[in-house]
């Protein structure tokens, strides 16, 4: 599809290219300096009113979201697409190439060659030569013509495809993103414990969806190192499907659950006044946990039990041991401190109950669904490949020509490579050192 | 013995071959520039066993983990892979020369994380960084940096070498540095090689945020330099394909495309706020 159309010229060039390549890199660092996603106030605040009004019209507080610098990625693919469809004919044109095509004064001339004569004739040669090409993994393929016998054998002739590979990738990436952007959300839903959420709030905007189905906190915990850093937030989740339990599973930092293509990332929580209380009767295994305020009393009618937190010890922020009080078909009333998040026998009470009293908290998750991830995974691979094919692999090609004097035979190797040629010498020498010898 | 005491010997050992590359080149004296090679690679050893000592270190206080999570780490990781990087090209190249360049470059990333203000202990890790995409997403990237690091070296010495008059050319065939071609040749090869690194890098954080995050991208600063960056790098390698860019703008380009590297690794951390949460430490 060659093109004399100056038009199309100037979206196949390099210097495009190079022009795009240097304004996205340039202008990217606007972003990096100048704070993004804040109110006009901030800025107005922070550069006057006069740049804060210009910073508006240039999109510069969500330049990354900008109609110009989303332009400038979309010249980026167009450049990539009619740059592509410009060369790859050509460049497909020399995988197919037959080599066979090239005529016996060409492989006569190449620069990297070797060249000597043998006694026996043409024909044993051209088998014997066959025979050791086979054994290096060089299938060759024969014409002949008169007295001449030219053998031809290539590796690696797709590699010439690996550029088109890498610039491939960054397409099925922008493909990804787009993807992405327009059938994806990113939300936030906070879910106390015990507690279960069908809805998110979507960022940057005031929209709220429906999950479809339910997440429920069945608990959050912290823990921490010696040294008082956090070392871990989890929370352990069920999601709930018209009322049913599905399934449960701990999410941590980097450890994220996914449901109907749906991803919820443990991201932030928030510690309330209130206790979680998980009473659990050992003789029949029945449990049942409450949220009970501070100093309130609860009921459980069918074990016919009721309790209420009464005091409790922090540290900072963090509840570390409260006192509980329980009493049992209304008899004598008893207290016990416990350790927090601790299940412990209650000693009044032959051990028939044990109880867990927890601070409350609800667990922070970011909610983000995203199809378009996969597509950019996938670009990613693609583009690593392609590098390494790009740079790393070549395409070998090497001519026999066996040409039959009578008495026995001239033979000529020749070979060209299309990159790393100091490294395809080594191979040729060795291969021609073989076949002289032979 | 701890790992300190052996960073420090490696940081003088550095400062001693660096010295003796110099004196090689300088005097151009091939016995000072094996000796050279000799320092350098006792100190890759002992560095390497310090690096290790770290990491068993860190198993011992019960927060085992690769020694790769704050500055002062990662700038010693820099420097460990600087000298890995230089050692390959002189062994692959037959070439002591670049040393000159790359050995002072290891000794004053080493020299920083000895004396500069850093937090040089060994830390339990905060949960965004427990992640094993840490070790591969630190890795990639130091190893792309420390070719860079070498692009711009050479970049350097081509600059130099092709900046001397013409008097200077017979005095050239003598000289230790490289046939300019030569130069322009391992440039170009190192940086395609750190541009792999360095895509590999950004496509390791990049998976990482999104387990972390659920976004694999949000134009965070540090992800937006090491986007510039590898931008830099993307435009160079097309450069060749347009006529009238040649090997002095090539050179040009491998010191600008460092000096991002080095906004990237140090700048955005110091100068700019972040995601990344490296610096502060
Ligand atoms: C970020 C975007 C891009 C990346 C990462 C990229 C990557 C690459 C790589 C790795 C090479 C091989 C270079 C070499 O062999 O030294 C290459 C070659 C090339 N690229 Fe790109 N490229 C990008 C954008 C573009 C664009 C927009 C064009 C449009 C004109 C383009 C045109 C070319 C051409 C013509 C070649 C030479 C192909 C050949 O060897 O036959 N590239 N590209």
Known sequence: MQNNNSVWHFFASVKLALTTLFLIATTSIIGTIIPQKESFDWYVSQYGSKTAQLFAVLDIPDMYNSWWFISLLFLLGFNLVICSIDRFPAVWKQVKADGLQVGPERVKKMSTQRGWHSESPASSNVQKITEILKKYGWQASKKQTGSDTILFSQKGSWTRTGVYLVHSSILIIFLGAIIGSLGGFKGFVSVPETMARDKVALYGSREIVELGFEVRCNSFSIEFYANGMVKEYTSSLTILENGRELFTRDIEVNSPLTYKGITFYQSSYEAYQDFVVTVVNTATGKRKSFVSAFQKQIDWPEENIRFGIINAKAKGQSIVSSKIWFTRNNGTPATQWLDDNVLTPLDGFSEEYQVNVKQMYATGLQVAKDPGVWWVYIGCGLMLFGLYVAFFMSHRRIWILVKDTGKGSEIVLSGSANKNRPGFETVFDKLASELEQS | ?281
């Not at chain 2, 993307?234 to 380009?253: C, D, M, Q, S, V």
Request: glycine share 10%; hydrophobic share 55%; proline share 3%.
């Open chain 2, 1 to 281: 013995m701890d790992s300190s005491q052996l960073l420090g010997i490696t940081t003088f050992t550095f400062l001693f071959a660096s010295f003796l590359y110099i004196s090689a080149l300088v005097f151009r004296a091939e016995t000072i520039g094996k000796v050279a090679s000799g320092f350098t690679v006792v100190a890759l050893f002992i560095l390497t066993l310090g690096l290790g000592l770290r990491w068993i270190e860190s198993y011992k206080l019960g927060i085992g983990h690769a020694p790769l999570t704050n500055m002062y780490e990662s700038v010693v990781f820099f420097a460990w892979t600087i000298i890995i990087f230089y050692l390959g090209i002189e062994w692959k190249f037959k070439t002591r020369t670049i040393g000159a360049f790359a050995l002072p470059i290891a000794f004053l990333a080493m020299a920083y994380a000895s004396f500069a203000p850093l937090n040089r202990g060994i830390n339990p890790l905060v949960p965004a960084l427990q992640s094993n995409w840490l070790l591969a997403h630190v890795v990639t990237c130091f190893v792309g940096y420390a070719a860079f690091a070498i692009a711009a070296a050479l970049g350097i010495m081509y600059l130099g070498k092709t900046s001397f008059g013409a008097g200077a050319r017979e005095a050239q065939t003598k000289e230790l540095l490289p046939p300019v071609s030569v130069l322009e040749d391992i440039t170009h090869k190192t940086m395609i090689f750190g541009f792999i690194w360095l895509s590999a890098g950004i496509i390791t954080g990049a998976i990482w945020a999104n387990s972390a995050w659920g976004t694999y991208w949000s134009w965070d600063p540090k992800e937006t330099w090491s986007l510039i960056t590898w931008f830099v790098y993307a435009f160079t390698l097309h450069a060749r394909y347009t006529r009238g860019i040649k090997g002095k703008t090539i050179a040009w380009l491998s010191i600008v495309g460092f000096i991002a590297v080095i906004f990237t690794y140090y700048g955005v951390n110091f100068l700019l706020a972040g995601l990344h949460s490296y610096g502060s430490g």
